[in-house]
């Protein structure tokens, strides 16, 4: 759940931030390549991902062909192949309120850095990137709150070999025939979900960042 949230921020930010920049136009023909995957099951996805990343996939040809490298690589049914598929499922969840508040922000700001002598890159880290934090801490927890109980997809691209609590919960109980442990797991599952969002709205501000605030 943390890595797949770190990959979201490092990819979905600069994202966030290209669209904002673009014309209006631009922009919502960008916004609608975010929210296409929405359009289709989330089982379907997961498979699309299982044959472009198997060893006979196509990535894999397309690399072999291109002299990329000389062997198929193993990117599926390991730790790999199941950050790739959940980064992709769970990018609009923090491109979305982070293009929001994005573009929520008055320009008229970075102009009155630029007038008070900040550079491009200065005004961005004072005045732009804080303003954005908001919903930057929004969409990360909102990630990393569904990535916690995330099935279907590290399941089918992990191959097994990649557990999640959610896994153990339904092997406790299809293979083990094990309630109890089941029923532990269920309970620390939603405990951490309730903790961490009392942490969020106690030190992140939640109100604030959902835009309930005064």
């Known amino acids: 759940s943390l890595l797949t949230t770190g990959l979201c921020i490092l990819i979905g930010y600069p994202f966030a931030y290209f669209m904002s920049q673009l014309p209006s136009r631009l922009a919502n023909l960008c916004l609608i390549t975010v929210l296409l995957p ?3 099951s989330l089982l379907v996805r997961t498979y699309a991902w299982l044959v472009l990343l ?4 196509l990535i894999n040809n397309w690399a072999i062909s291109l002299g990329l490298w000389d062997e198929p690589l193993k990117i599926v049914h390991n730790m790999t192949g199941t950050l790739i598929g959940m980064v992709h499922i ?3 969840f923090l491109i979305l309120p982070v293009y929001g508040a994005m573009k929520a922000i008055d320009r ?4 009155a850095a630029a ?3 900040a550079s491009p890159r200065m005004a961005f880290w004072t005045v732009f990137f804080p303003l954005t934090t908001p919903g930057l801490f929004a969409g990360a927890l909102m990630v990393f709150i569904l990535c916690l109980g995330f099935f279907v997809t590290p399941a089918v691209l992990g191959g097994g070999k990649v557990i999640m609590v959610s896994m153990q919960i339904v092997s406790n109980i299809e293979l083990f025939v ?7 797991l269920g309970v620390v599952l939603l ?7 009392w942490i969020a709205s106690r030190f992140l501000n939640l109100d604030r960042m959902t835009g309930g605030g005064h």
């Open 38 to 40: 929405f359009w289709t």
């Open 54 to 57: 198997q060893k006979q996939g």
């Open 90 to 92: 769970m990018l609009p």
């Open 108 to 111: 008229d700001y970075l102009k």
């Open 115 to 117: 007038n008070l002598g």
């Open 178 to 184: 094990n309630w109890g442990a089941a029923s532990a």
């Open 191 to 197: 405990v951490l979900t309730v903790a961490i969002l």
